[in-house]
């Protein structure tokens, strides 16, 4: 139980007080969005990748609190990663979610979303924010 309070605190943390909030009109960012139609979520990715590591992300958009707050999360936790390991940590947090084996230590704050494998009406909620964030590293992926 403690666990999920402090999971619960992180998730409201980064809702009330979004770390990274909102877009840059600098053409090097690569900016992809996504909407999650059933819940209302409409969520803003923007990163910049510079000599293979995520140099920034911004985030903008509204939605529930899980959708909201995994934008922050994911922001925080991915910046200054080299591009391979933000998508290891991407791949280990979807299969957080999904109820697969994952390794909580690389995964940081985006363990707080842990308990959302069981209301799986939510999953969407806690993932748009990720895939997004994939589709811009994809998007912007003209070297290898
Ligand atoms: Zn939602």
Redesign the pocket.
């Known amino acids: 139980m403690k666990m999920q309070n402090l999971y619960r605190q992180i998730i409201m943390e980064h809702y009330k007080r979004p770390r990274n909030k909102g877009l840059l009109e600098d053409d090097r960012y690569v900016t992809e969005h996504i909407r ?1 139609p059933s ?1 209302g ?1 409409d969520v803003t990715i923007q990163t910049l990748l510079a000599d293979g590591v995520v140099k920034d992300i911004r985030h903008e958009g509204s ?2 609190s ?2 909201c707050s995994s934008a922050s999360v994911l922001s925080e936790v991915l910046k200054d990663k080299p591009l391979e390991s933000a998508l290891e940590v991407s791949r280990q947090y979807k299969g957080m979610l999904t109820g697969e084996d994952f390794d909580a230590d690389l995964l940081e704050d985006a363990i707080a979303y842990q308990g959302v494998q069981d209301f799986p009406a ?1 999953i969407k ?1 806690a993932s748009i924010a990720w895939q997004a964030f994939e589709s811009t590293v994809k998007a912007g992926d003209d070297d290898e």
Do not use: A
Request: net charge neutral.
């Open positions: 999650n819940c979520d939605g529930c899980i959708c939510r909620c």
